[in-house]
């Protein structure tokens, strides 16, 4: 990366004290890091945090975005580094019963045998990032609720369609502080994707589900692609002549060693975080969110083992009881922790004494107008959360009801001009729900969907009158018995459980379908009306929090300069950047995680059965003990992953990780178990990212599964 | 305890060489502990090694066997500190239903409250400890095999009656390096033991069964009995009258902290181990016994829970389930254990190097042809090893026919006078065989022990010829079709699933059962001479290597003592001493356990639910933090318990922990998962043991569940 002489940033000395309260906590957008220069070099960075604020320029121009997630430029020829489980459908899309490469990796020899990734692979290098509040927000001004949505809605598709006039571009508006601030961004497609080494499956995957969360980790979870474009440079579909991609940029793999205390920084495209949501979101996400959602996971999951009565169904339900399972188990983790560390408290007093800051100001009671009016948009939600809960449910668990109300609400929006279609049921949305609508088959059994119907809408009918929803109540009746013949009347008299039936209703206009005699088809027209009407009021909703959050937000970032510190906007998967050091935890009374595992554990936790099935090369060169140049001094061995305190979330897997002189150290790929609730709260006890040691992919690059051209190619030593 | 001037034991410096290269391991004598004072001293140990070798002296006197474990009289008044789990029955003896000590813990406010024990516990302290192997094998030399074994079984049973003949005394002949020395064992036997102090249950076995050898532990696992004696101070059964006991010394607790590193050591009384058995039976251990335990007991286990259909069956073997289950996990951790310890090639290699050095010795081929003959016995007995296991899954695990059998052998052992009918079949031990026999009706499903027999004889079946016995053949056929009949048969044609008909078989002469027309009588009628010709040859057996171990365990002392090293006698109940420090562990690559717990992981369990329902008195003296002079300073905060590297095992259960200067710091509880397999080899880097931190212990008596007379009586502060 380009270094700055050190004197530059003496400069900044002073607006660069922001930010030093909040050491560990941020996803700061690369543009607020001269903000918080200070804190940044107290931490340890060597370099000016000034160069790191354009995005368009390096180092920040080699980090990009890869298959959803993060990833980074490492050699000047367009080889990207990203995660193994990121790239795992390119690897998956290149396997063949002969060719197994999830269990054997892959090492291509030469540039002929980089193989193309699926076609819809994408790598997005971030190119522009232009602040356009004014212009998202000038037809909004004066409106209100539905009509602040869709002003806003209107100038961001307009936005968009403006920027994407040039090739080889994707942009998008990214809303920053709850619609206090909207940019554009701008990103250049590459579309020539391919696949250059992999480690099987066994070391990318170390461990699988059984080690996901799970620190200590001894996963090499990486993989190296290359991004090809058309000989004139620009982005193109595969083609066999194309040339690899030169970036403005690259990361330079580090080969010093690296030790707890470490300074490190990282990179990346973080999803989604709720930590600046008002103090009242945190109180209903702990006390009833997390417990209901935990609640009806479980009674959906008995439900489903009930009535999955033979083989068939339960190997058709196996996939969503998995999926059920799984968000049981997060919703679980993500209470348990927010109670740990006493969030709602937390984030209560941290509110009251922003509110007691905010009443001594000037402007401060229109702030808090606006705030209480969105507490009040809030509470008008929560007044319905019981029934939005099983409403949501009964649309993503069922098979075949889903399937009707898809086919009826795909009818209803062609009736509308194509861009002016909800997003998800335009022309070009129609493959996917085609698609959708053939899986249903495999999926689904007739009695455990009216069990699981039976549960959810007997519940709805247990809420008191102000919450159910008539149109529910007509269709499926207002009793429990009512319910059971209504059920098995809906389910005798449907085809939809045939894939040619479900496909016909899919081609057929409104008309035809509002004249079919299919008995699921008429419910789903029945229903229709009302998901429509309860679509637009939550529409509303976003659109008066739109317009409202901000005087939150800008409470929120005032006190917090009051104290001389610095907000981050929350995650929106947009280029985000977070620094911290490599760091050891203490999960519980008794015991201390260290920041570095090693091949030792590797050898401890191979049993030969998949997960732990570890490939013999690799225990044979663990056992034969030959790290050469890659061994950590300290402990004499090989190291595998690290363990840092950075402020990650999903999204941020492939992010690279950097040393204080921007030299690549580590690959992100997982969080800890601890660390699940750090959406909403980052506790700095128990919040840590956990990273492959690149010490370990230059070893198995050198000893293990040799591939001396791209060691070569990224300017490290052989071995 | 007694301190003697440092300055005597200086003339101990040569030979107190020995031992210095095992540090940590060693169950060591307290006769042996002169010899081994270098290292003793050079572990930390203040005192004079050689005021420890005395068994009726202080401080080896304070040291007792309780309820089948250990424990230490702590005041001069006979106060007795042992486990909550060792005293488990005491507690419960004295619950009922309108006061359930077990949950809420017993503080005897004074002498008069303190409550009478169940009749036969017994606290137990050692007198005398003499060596009589002379008088043991004068009349067992020249002989071989069952001769052999008699004339040491009579001799022993001699010199205990001798022993015996003072009133209060029990005694026992110790074998040392198995049949090297002998050593008679007297013992004080207190019969009056009162219960003085316990925790709930809830601080006592915090954590249950889910925290079973696991550490991190929060458990205060200690309890307070007193011993009285007679007005004459001799052992008495419980009057009111009797008076406390006045113990010739007791241990001082300490009011000093403790830290990682510190010296400490442990004394009480280990039940077996198998350190210094021989190769062949270490690779045996692991290449066969332990493997195939696993898969038997995974298969019974299995064939249990697929017989038993119904609530009643499932109910009657949820206890035998649940021990097998046990068993099995066991067996597998210990499995675990040796492989990763490596055990069978580091036992191969160590004993190869005695080999060699042997071979350079006077006197070699003697001992070698000992050797080679005791390893033919093993041999020999391996050669039926699957045959014997079976027997013994055959015998143990059902419940009519162990009845059956039991009977018969019963009556077989009437027809001899008392003293020379087999251990176990004595007229003292009628009392426990009736006992059992009633209990079999709680235990037992038809269906179940027919199919258990089915497995278990079929596999017999299967064996070769060679092993396979001929009264079980002739009893269950030879075919699994003639085995299935054969078991219906049985099982119809016995009444001793009535409790009536098994106690009426008891009372009944030889003569009346043999003309009995039960069928499982008579079947186990028929099985008896196999049984005891079985008995008959591994008495043999066990003669032969009586005889013959000694020349490889000579081989093994002398071969450690020209390293400069001296050899413990492997655990077998009687007094030990172990040394080493608190001591921190890495159970596997990147996770370091600290050595002390703290009360804040008691609130991070604690769940409201059994096992981790900490007391509501107790959570709320943690949330105040009122600690007082037993919170740790370092860490600001009361500790629970703490590892050491010490040597221990079964039996060690209520071991008092000393530090340098012989004061009591911790209460022996537990160990942790990874030293299950010590019991055969003692690996530095998992072997632990987990102590009741006795700073806890003074802070409940102190500030949770006050008792400050007895912290008065212990001559420690108030709070």
């Not at 400069?11 to 922001?18: D, E, I, T």
């Not at 356009?132 to 307009?158: M, N, Q």
């Not at 937390?346 to 402007?363: I, S």
């Not at 008008?380 to 098979?399: F, G, M, V, Y």
């Amino acid at each position: 990366m380009r270094r700055r002489p050190f004197a530059l940033s003496l400069s900044l000395a002073l607006s660069s004290l922001l930010g030093a309260a909040h050491a560990d906590e941020g996803m700061w957008m690369p543009s607020q890091l001269p903000e918080i220069a200070g804190a940044l070099e107290a931490a340890g960075y060597r370099g000016d945090p000034r160069g790191l604020a354009e995005l368009a320029e390096p180092p920040m121009n080699a980090v990009v975005k890869v298959g959803g997630a993060s990833g980074a430029f490492v050699s000047k020829e367009g080889l990207v580094l990203t995660n193994h489980h990121v790239a795992f459908g390119v690897i998956q899309y290149n396997s063949r019963p002969d060719r197994d490469l999830i269990r054997d990796g892959y090492v291509a020899a030469d540039r002929a045998a980089e193989l193309p990734a699926n076609p819809d692979y994408r790598i997005l290098v971030t190119t522009g990032f232009e602040r356009i509040t004014d212009r998202i927000l000038a037809g909004a001004r004066g409106k209100r609720g539905r009509a602040y949505y869709d002003a806003v809605d209107a100038a961001s598709k307009a936005a968009v369609a403006e920027c994407e006039r040039e090739p080889g571009y994707r942009c998008s508006v990214a809303n920053m502080y709850y619609g206090t601030d909207f940019y554009l961004v701008r990103q250049l497609e590459l579309r020539d994707v391919r696949l250059v080494y992999a480690p099987p499956n066994a070391i990318g995957n170390y461990g699988g589900e059984v080690d996901n969360f799970v620190w200590p980790r001894h996963a090499g979870d990486f993989t190296l692609l290359r991004a090809y474009v058309g000989k004139d440079g620009r982005p193109a579909d595969y083609s066999p002549d194309n040339v690899p991609y030169v970036p403005p940029a690259h990361l330079q793999v580090s080969t010093r060693h690296v030790k707890d205390g470490d300074f490190a920084m990282l990179a990346g495209y973080p999803g989604v975080t709720f930590r600046h949501r008002m103090a009242s979101e945190f109180a209903q996400q702990v006390e009833w969110q997390l417990p209901a959602r935990v609640a009806l996971y479980q009674r959906m999951i008995e439900v489903i083992e009930a009535a999955a009565g033979d083989e068939a169904a339960r190997v058709a339900y196996a996939s969503q009881l998995r999926s059920l399972k799984n968000s049981l188990k997060r919703a679980q983790g993500e209470l348990d922790g927010l109670r740990r560390s006493d969030a709602v408290r937390v984030r209560r007093e941290d509110e009251a004494a922003m509110f007691a800051w905010l009443g001594r100001q000037a402007g401060a009671a229109a702030a808090r107008a606006d705030i209480a009016a969105a507490q009040a948009v809030l509470d008008r939600a929560a007044a319905t959360r019981e029934r939005d809960q099983l409403l949501a449910a009964i649309q993503s668990q069922t098979q075949l009801l889903r399937a009707a109300l898809t086919v009826q609400r795909l009818a209803h929006e062609r009736g509308k001009p194509d861009t002016q279609r909800e997003s998800g049921y335009q022309q070009r949305d129609e493959a996917l729900i085609a698609g959708q609508l053939k899986q249903v088959q495999r999926r689904y059994a007739p009695a455990v969907e009216k069990a699981l119907l039976a549960e959810l809408l007997a519940r709805h009918q247990a809420l008191p009158a102000a919450q159910r929803v008539p149109e529910f109540d007509a269709v499926f009746g207002a009793t429990p018995a009512e319910l059971k013949r209504r059920l098995d009347a809906l389910y005798a008299g449907t085809r939809l459980g045939d894939e040619d039936a479900r496909l016909a209703a899919m081609r057929a206009d409104a008309a035809a379908l509002r004249e079919s005699g299919d008995a699921l088809l008429r419910a789903a027209a029945a229903l229709l009306p009302a998901l429509l009407r309860l679509d637009d009021q939550a529409k509303a909703r976003e659109g008066e929090l739109l317009r409202l959050r901000p005087a939150y937000m800008r409470a929120l970032i005032a006190y917090r300069r009051s104290q001389g510190r610095a907000v981050y906007p929350d995650a929106n998967s947009t280029l985000r950047v977070s620094y911290g050091r490599i760091s050891p935890m203490s999960p519980r009374d008794g015991i201390d995680y260290r920041p570095l595992t090693t091949v030792a554990g590797i050898v401890e936790k191979h049993t030969g059965q998949d997960p732990f099935d570890a490939p013999r090369p690799l225990l044979d060169a663990i056992a034969r003990g030959d790290f050469g140049s890659t061994a950590e001094p300290s402990l004499k061995t090989q190291t595998v992953d690290f363990l840092t305190n950075l402020d990650t979330t999903g999204g941020n897997s492939g992010s690279p990780v950097l040393d204080a002189d921007g030299r690549l150290i580590g690959l992100n790929f997982d969080s800890n178990w601890e660390a699940v609730s750090a959406s909403w709260m980052f506790d700095p006890r128990y919040k840590r990212a956990i990273h492959v040691d690149l010490r370990y992919l230059r070893w198995l690059l050198a000893k293990v599964y040799p591939a001396p051209h791209l060691l070569q190619e990224m300017n490290l030593p052989a071995e």
